[in-house]
């Protein structure tokens, strides 16, 4: 991992990085090399450097004959599209750039991150089959899993985060798909992804799913483990400067064609204009990425050092039960620092309220530094109670760390420390 852990070390140093040698080749990371020209077209039209917006909802066909050639699969131009809802140029050239950077055959985008998690439940589940989830998973995931899956007759378990044995009990014959976030949200929890397709792999049938959303392809590509599809909600750093919004699945190319013929019914399609901001958010993930891992591990060593702070959730720290699997899977922990803050929920919330550069808002993988108590965000409806059961601490406070100076983004939370 670049950036280095609570002793000083670099995060690769050591024994660790003898261990992550030994993985398959492209198990770490993409370089910034990578982000920039990684699957880009050799010539776009009319010469351009940069990417066209198709701003079209339809394509013209000149005569019959080439329509039903198109039709037959016989068209000249593979990139050829019959209608907005089954592609466009754009948007084709941001799926080439993700497969790229995913070292997977194929990727598929989608309007927003929940648009390409549902479709792909919708896309390999049916009545009668049944999903695993690991608990940790991101809220909205769990509740169209739990609530709307459900309606149509597929069922499901949740396992303990990270909890590889309880997934192997779990799956039964009927199981078709795992789903996992690693690392997840808040708590950074990262699952061993080697381990994880294994099991998947041994049940036969069952397709393993990681929403890296919180890794990207910067810090870790899932497929190099094995793991069958990649999922993203693009904006957060894919995008990174939260203006546009956009999700990805990546995989092998028969999975992606399932799943592509699945979005053409449900109709999540990503727009032109967003998959443009996509492809150049993408261009500058590297160093976005980069940065974002050393402030972020810098803002988690500061706080573990605070006396106001109970606990510090971040994978590059030794004491996170996360840290061994991070170093050698990860080639950093990420951008997201989450923390529970002693005195409580009202406490968390003055320091929330005390900072000048951290804004408060929902979201991550920007630009910008935010931050949010999940307790008002993601989860107010809940009461203690409820809270206690899906294990959100009320003086829990998330950071989704920005490319801002790492020592301004240090000193904001120290400054509204003192206000606690
Ligand atoms: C880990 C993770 N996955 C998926 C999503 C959903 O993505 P979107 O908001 O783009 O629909 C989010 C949103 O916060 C997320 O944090």
Redesign the pocket.
Known sequence: MSGSDDRGRPFVAGPESGRRDTLPVGTAGIGSTQAVHAGVPPLRPNHALAPAIAQTATYKFRDTAELVRYMQGGDPDPHREEYGRYGNPTVQELEQRMAALEGTEESLAFA???SA?TTLLLGLTKAGDHVVLFDDC?R??RQFVTTVLSRFGVEHTLVPATDLKALDQAITPKTRVVLS?SPS?PYNHCLDLEELAAVCRRHGRVRSVV?A??ATPYNCRPAAFGVDLVVH?A??YLGGHNDV?G?VVSGPRQLISLLRETRGVLGGVLDPHAAFLLLRGLRTLGVRMERQNRSAQAVAMALRAHSKIERVFYAGLVEHPSYPVASRQLRGAGGIVSFIVQGGEQAASRLVDHCQLATLAS?LGGVETLIEQPRFMSYFELDEAGLRQVGIDPALVRLAVGIEDTDDIVSDLLHALDYV
Do not use: A, L, Q
């Open positions: 927003s991150g929940m998690i991101y909205r995931t976030e949200n929403d959303t919180f909600s904006t957060k919004m999700g979201s």
